[in-house]
């Protein structure tokens, strides 16, 4: 569909989708930014164990 046709009710819902998308659904960015920091945390809590500055995946 192409934006010169759709109304600007659609549009603001549209806009309306991908914000929640972002912010709040199940696999917004708020989400996944707290996946992210949870790995990290895991990845130096290893790092930590094996007392090294990077681990070696070879």
Known sequence: ME???MST???KESIWRCNY???LGDYGCMR???RVREAMRDYQTELD???QTELDFK
């Open 32 to 34: 996944t930014e707290h």
């Open 49 to 51: 164990k094996r007392k």
């Open 3 to 5: 934006l010169k046709k």
């Open 21 to 23: 998308r972002l912010a």
């Open 9 to 11: 009710e659609y549009l």
